[in-house]
């Protein structure tokens, strides 16, 4: 059974629905405005002698409200998605009680089937359980445990979907070291992930490229109201004529979200019967990932270098830990928005 963890989601990399760059751009906007407007008026003022004496303030206080104003669409955002009001000059705005979550899966071991047996045998049925759940989160859990718990196939096939539907937004290792269980290994994202085994598994590369193929030609199908299915327009091969009964896979002919992976499920079957499944260790999880593994953690239990690791990492999560055990991928948006939290004296 897939465990799902629910944490508090981040606004994503926008600011919000009020400001749509990075929340980095609005604290950057505020000097480079209000330096920019002070400029302008600095040199109207010697031209025309306007503003005077008696406008000087009022102009110094809209420049100081358009400088500010990017923040402040940012923070209409927040409210916006997590619900809540803001009140000033008389006028109070009340957003929806909306709270976005971020969930989280542990990923059983094998994608959810028994250990040691191919797909070819089991059939999928029980993958494409574990892969709806899976694209459901922001982040996936997959722990080696003591290095028999994945194969590279399985792998495969879950990042290959997390890669075509952006979901996952990432994927984090953990595995069992020096007797101590779910000690954090790193994390990337799928697509960085499926590059890596591409590149070091020629076989896997050919496997999904044909699953592709075949996908991708049933994509091209057309409506056939007669045999209450889709009908390509052109001949295929046998292989590709089967999977249509994959693609399509509703009684009514409706499409199958997860048919691509379901393709490509069967054609790494087909390796793990000969035994070329691949199994993820932690050393060769390093071999597959080096270049991509995000290995850096905050550890709870000493957080006084929090902050400079925040800031200073351009990734999307930054890794928690409590004494090297995973404790969770925290968004660095939302982890940003703490340290401006901090820094603003309560009220």
Sequence with gaps: MADSRVVEKSPGKSGGPFWPWDLRWAIVALPVLLIGLLSVVALIRVITGWPGATSEGLVLAGILILAVLPLLLVLLGVLADRGGSVEALGLRLQFADSQPMQREMIVPPHLGLQAGIPLA???????????????????AVVDLEDGTAWWETRLLVL??????????????????SGGTAGVFKGWATPRDLLDGLLAKRPDLALARDRAMSISRQWELAVPEPALHAPVLPFQVSPAAAQGGMVMFAG?????????????????????E?????????VTRLEE????????????????????????????????????????????????????????????
């Design 121 to 139: 045998d089991s059939g999928t049925g029980q993958i494409l359980t574990t892969l709806r759940e899976a694209v459901r989160n922001d982040v």
């Design 159 to 176: 990042c290959s979907g997390a890669a075509r539907l952006d979901r996952p937004r990432a994927v984090a290792f953990l595995a069992t």
């Design 251 to 271: 009684r009514d002919g409706s499409p199958n979200p997860l048919g691509p992976e379901q393709i490509l499920a069967r054609e790494v079957g087909a390796l």
């Design 273 to 281: 019967q000969k035994g070329e499944h691949g199994v993820i260790t």
């Design 288 to 347: 597959l990932f080096h270049q991509s593994l995000r290995t850096t953690a905050i550890d709870l239990d000493a957080p006084a270098d929090w902050v400079p690791t925040v800031l200073s990492s351009v990734d999307s999560f930054v890794g928690l830990s409590h004494s090297g055990r995973y404790a969770g991928l925290l968004p660095r948006d939302q982890a940003v928005n703490e340290i401006l939290r901090a820094l603003v004296p309560p009220s």
